[in-house]
């Protein structure tokens, strides 16, 4: 085969591809402008907005609940501080009594 029909028959396939891409582009262009696809975008935007609602209420809903355990988390954690504490103070005062005690029951062993 000759060289120059070769690229006789490139160029033409390259010229046919440009050609055919043109008419697509152009058909695709006419097509998303119509007020079909129009009517689809507009659809499928008013889609996109419901769910952004849905979600938007649903982050709404976690957000609350997010704020009601940490208070109720923090509530637990000063009650748990509270009886801590009690108990310290009640361990201490058994202490001291029992230091009272051994130390009256060690004087009555050396009378």
Do not use: H, P, W
Not at 19 to 48: C, E, P, R
Not at 77 to 92: I, V
């Amino acid at each position: 085969m000759d060289l120059t029909k070769v690229l006789s028959v490139v160029k033409s396939k390259k010229t046919g591809f440009f050609a055919a891409g043109v008419l697509f582009g152009t058909a695709g262009i006419k097509a998303l402008s119509s007020k079909d696809a129009k009517k689809l975008y507009t659809n499928a935007t008013a889609a996109v907005l419901r769910a952004k609602e849905c979600v938007m209420d649903t982050v709404t809903t976690v957000q609350e609940n997010a704020e009601d355990i940490y208070e109720e988390a923090k509530q637990i954690n000063e009650e748990r501080a509270a009886e801590d504490a009690e108990m310290e103070a009640f361990a201490e005062a058994d202490v001291e009594e029992t230091e009272e005690v051994s130390e009256d029951a060690f004087k009555e062993v050396e009378e």
